[in-house]
């Protein structure tokens, strides 16, 4: 995941792209959900996620003869997430938009600010 993150993040901002596709199914859909929270707090991106199903039919086919060919059908969920920096091409009335983050809530490097050490009160801590 730690790739997927840094590839990404170095395609986005090096070539200039306005825009970033992440793509899963199944049981891959919270990495991809993980790598573009990740993203969004480091910088601000418009986001549009879109879900829908795919039907995966698995052939399986005797080894010893005599046996019939097992069908198998079954229904896999996908995700795609556009993420975007201008929010061009993203409807914001579409279900699935959500729009950036505040400020506040992103990540000090991307800004150019030094990170804020963490101040933890005595009695927080148990």
């Known amino acids: 995941m730690q790739n997927m993150q840094t590839n990404e993040r170095t395609n986005t901002q090096t070539r200039g792209s306005e825009e970033v596709i992440l793509k899963a199914m199944g049981r891959a859909i919270s990495k991809a959900i993980t790598v573009a929270e990740i993203l969004k707090r480091r910088m601000p991106l418009y986001q549009l996620n879109t879900f829908t199903t ?27 997430i556009t993420l975007s920096r ?10 699935g938009f959500q729009p950036p983050l505040p400020f506040d809530m ?8 030094p990170p804020q050490p963490t101040q933890y009160h005595p009695s927080s801590i148990i």
């Open 86 to 95: 201008t929010g061009r091409g993203i409807d914001p009335n579409a279900v």
């Open 54 to 80: 795919l039907e995966m039919i698995d052939v399986f086919e005797p080894i010893e003869e005599g046996l019939d060919i097992v069908t198998s059908t079954r229904h896999v969920a996908c995700l795609r």
């Open 106 to 113: 992103h990540g000090t490097e991307y800004y150019g600010m």
